[in-house]
């Protein structure tokens, strides 16, 4: 176990429309990154969040956007689906010891757009 | 830019093999080094990790890899596979100055009971 939960673990969408995914990190974990993996790929960074600020992004389009919250929790949105957008969106939390700059994964969110 | 090559893209074993999973890496300054593993249906887990010192690390479930720096290679290895090893192997590195983790496409590892 991580203590880093995702939900939900399936959804499916159709193209065009929005989503947002929900991550639960470990107490104390302020750094929260989302990853996506496509089928037969590594995970590709998304962005990453501290203290509730976006601080450093990947090469995906602005359509991708996040918040993180007080309480350790945070959401990845994406508007506009497209088909292309299907995949398995991980979150993964750090603890504040930037040393050990280990992340910790969820099981992911497997987003199918039709 | 920083990116991450594991040169196998499927392994097959039979149990009690020995196993070398290749990883290279391209950044010229100082990166931090990692094995994930995914079993099937389940969260990536770490393996191992590499920071600094030397340069064979430990990990869980009998694993190791060695740091090449000459070579910008972290390979993977376990002198005698499981059956229950079988998932897909994921290296990753990232910067001193970066949190975020940049992955290989993964190897997928078959050990045949």
């Known amino acids: 176990e991580t203590g880093v939960t995702q939900s939900p673990t399936h959804l499916i969408k159709t193209r065009g429309q929005q989503v947002t995914l929900r991550c639960s990190s470990q107490?104390?974990?302020?750094?929260v990154s989302w990853y996506q993996q496509a089928l037969g790929q590594g995970p590709q960074f998304i962005f990453q969040?501290?203290?509730?600020?976006?601080?450093g992004r990947g090469n995906f389009p602005p359509r991708f956007s996040g918040l993180q919250f007080p309480n350790y929790s945070s959401e990845l949105n994406v508007n506009a689906l497209e088909l292309d957008d299907s995949a398995l969106y991980l979150c993964?939390?750090?603890?504040?010891?930037?040393?050990?700059?280990?992340?910790?994964f969820g099981a992911g969110t497997r987003l199918s757009v039709l | 830019a920083q990116s991450v090559s594991q040169h196998n893209h499927h392994v097959i074993l039979s149990e009690a093999a020995s196993l070398e999973l290749g990883c290279n890496y391209s950044?010229?300054?100082?990166?931090?080094l990692f094995w994930y593993v995914q079993y099937p249906g389940q969260h990536l887990q770490l393996l191992l990790k590499?920071?600094?010192?030397?340069?064979l690390v430990k990990g869980i479930k009998g694993f190791e890899a060695e740091f090449i720096k000459s070579k910008f290679s972290f390979n993977l290895r376990k002198p005698s596979v499981q059956w229950s090893d079988t998932a897909e192997y994921f290296c990753a590195v990232n910067s001193g100055s970066q949190g975020n983790l940049i992955f290989g496409k993964g190897t997928k590892l078959s050990v045949k009971p």
């Open positions: 969040y501290y203290r509730e600020e976006e601080n």
């Open positions: 590499y920071f600094s010192g030397d340069p």
């Open positions: 950044y010229g300054g100082t990166v931090n």
């Open positions: 107490s104390g974990h302020n750094t």
């Open positions: 993964a939390s750090r603890g504040p010891d930037l040393a050990k700059n280990i992340q910790y």
